[in-house]
């Protein structure tokens, strides 16, 4: 007889809202336009989600599927500068150094369907289905496991959008973005939905993304303190963003129908969202403090000279902007990076290695050392100099003004072993700086961006915080708990424990367990396994093309400076 009780045959439904914050929700939950998260909140346990700092998704993501820090899995970012070189590569699956949920329950002989994770392509072999994110090159059709179900959507509901349609991004059709943000979820919906009934599951993951661009695009219309507010179009749109989200909370709605009383219901932001105003060009006050030197070729020098007459790709980007070009920045925008943008503008191309001690990559402020032994040119030694180094870097960032309003641009410095711990520790960042009230975005990488140190931000006005969200429901949480101090790392082991599967001790995370009824926590024990759970670490995946192609497509969304 079989138990339906027993939480061996507990099925778990994990929704992923892209970015989604109470800042945003929780009036829309209390107003009534999200009623799916209002009744998930009256029904089970919910509160602000912590997650990685920085608050990448790639890098939180990996943390919810694996339960450890970045340090232990080795996702840091979306971009990372490759094993001994200065060459900035895309973080591939096969770069995780840790199993991820859907192995240690393939392991256990359950059924998973993981749709839209970030970083799962090329798709893994799980048993039941993966379907791959974003990151898939527009050319690859192999995005699915088994391959066979890429033509069975096709067939069924005319295939899986990987990512929405965002060509009306950054340009003045604010309400055909929208739109298509809208139809991105319900295109998502039905392939879910034909997914759920066609296949047999015990863990279902979806992501939805289009939350995180629209409020990428977004945020100023809600948000009066933003600078480029404007209340006109504030006016005019305002209503769309609320309508995506009560069209998003009927998706949600719609897929937990799906799920029976005895089964654990997941509904989490991998990230929390807010403001940002300014674009912080870290390589250029790195140039500025004399830690990275450009070479003394003639044409590095000529490219100079004009970068300091503002011939700058944020420069050509807002000129093209204020003429409205919109086609002509689109076009520029995807120009292949290793082609016109290099030759035209300052890049690490560009940059004296040997002479280098400090390089930037990615968007919230991360430093890498340029060490001996580490990095091809590497100069700094390990040991005292590099500490040295490092404290010298903190000290300067903090001492960085605003020169528009003398107000201090960083307003922490993050030493690599304050953030992350674990085997995959010599990956990760070195420093990272942290900008006042998150309202800077750290402009990482190659193209120098612009020839002063801060710049108003443009091209979006919104951008990632550590506070995320998270909803649990169904038997066993405790009706209307209010969560506090939970870790996007905690769910792997919450989930584990609530299917009945012991936890592996070398998780980070905790069992959620202050969620569970006393009466769910008496009947099953939290269980601990000593089984690692690491992997090895395999070489990075994408051909140089496909590599290109999806740089670009970071770039537009605010991950590659
Ligand atoms: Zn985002």
């Not at 820090?69 to 895309?90: A, C, M, T, W």
């Not at 909803?471 to 790392?489: N, P, Q, V, W």
């Amino acid at each position: 007889m079989v138990d339906n009780s027993s939480p061996d045959n507990r099925r778990v439904m994990v929704i992923g809202l892209d970015g989604a914050t109470f800042k945003l929700i929780r009036p829309w939950i209390e107003d009534g336009t999200m009623p799916t998260l209002r009744r998930l909140m009256k029904k089970g346990a919910s509160g602000v989600l912590t997650t990685t700092l920085p608050p990448i998704s790639s890098s939180a993501w990996a943390s919810f599927a694996t339960g450890k820090n970045p340090g232990k899995h080795g996702l840091v970012d979306f971009v990372h500068p490759r094993e001994n070189s200065y060459q900035i590569s895309i973080v591939s699956p096969q770069q995780r150094g840790s199993k991820a949920i859907w192995n240690l329950l393939s392991d256990q002989g359950r059924k998973v369907g993981i749709v839209g994770m970030p970083v799962t392509y090329p798709p893994e072999e799980v048993n039941g289905y993966m379907i791959s994110d974003f990151l898939t090159p527009s050319a690859s059709d192999d995005y699915t496991y088994p391959l066979s179900l890429r033509d069975e959507l096709e067939r069924a509901v005319g295939g899986f959008p990987l990512l929405p349609d965002e060509r009306y991004r950054s340009t003045k059709f604010t309400d055909r973005f929208i739109a298509d943000m809208v139809t991105d979820v319900e295109r998502r919906l039905e392939g879910a939905l034909y997914l759920l009934d066609n296949k047999e599951w015990d863990f279902f993951f979806l992501l939805f993304w289009s939350s995180d661009m629209l409020q990428h695009e977004t945020w100023r219309l809600l948000d009066e303190s933003h600078p480029e507010h404007d209340p006109q179009a504030a006016e005019q749109y305002r209503g769309l963003v609320v309508d995506f989200h009560r069209r998003l909370d009927d998706a949600v709605g719609r897929l937990l129908a799906k799920v029976g009383p005895e089964d654990l219901v997941v509904v989490m932001s991998d990230h929390g969202f807010g403001p940002v105003h300014s674009f912080f060009l870290v390589n250029n006050w790195l140039r500025e403090i004399g830690l990275l030197k450009l070479k003394r070729r003639p044409l590095t020098r000529l490219k100079y000279t004009v970068f300091k007459l503002g011939f700058t790709p944020l420069g050509v980007f807002s000129l093209v902007k204020a003429m409205r070009l919109g086609f002509l920045r689109r076009r520029f925008r995807f120009q292949r990076g290793g082609g016109l943008m290099k030759r035209l503008f300052l890049s690490f191309d560009d940059v004296d290695w040997p002479r280098t001690k400090a390089f930037a990559v990615g968007s919230f402020g991360q430093i890498y050392i340029n060490q001996t032994g580490k990095r091809p040119q590497g100069n700094v030694q390990p040991g005292k100099e590099y500490q040295d180094l490092r404290e010298e870097i903190a000290t300067r960032a903090l001492e960085i003004r605003d020169p528009r309003t003398g107000e201090s641009v960083v307003e922490r410095v993050y030493l690599r072993e304050e953030l992350y711990s674990g085997a995959l520790l010599e990956k990760a960042p070195d420093l990272v700086l942290q900008s006042r009230n998150w309202e800077y975005m750290a402009f990482g990488h190659a193209d120098f961006g612009a020839s002063h140190i801060v710049e108003p931000i443009f091209g979006m006005s919104g951008h990632h915080r550590p506070d995320g969200v998270v909803f649990l429901a169904g038997e066993g949480i405790k009706e209307g708990a209010k969560l506090e101090g939970a870790s996007i790392m905690d769910l792997a082991p919450t989930i584990l424990y609530s299917m009945g599967i012991s936890v592996p001790s070398d998780m980070d995370g905790r069992v959620l367990s202050e969620a569970f009824t006393a009466e769910f926590l008496s009947k099953v024990k939290v269980e601990y396994s000593d089984e690692s759970t690491d992997r090895e670490v395999g070489r990075d995946d994408y051909s140089e093309d496909d590599e290109e192609e999806i740089r670009e497509r970071l770039r537009g969304l605010g991950y590659v400076g």
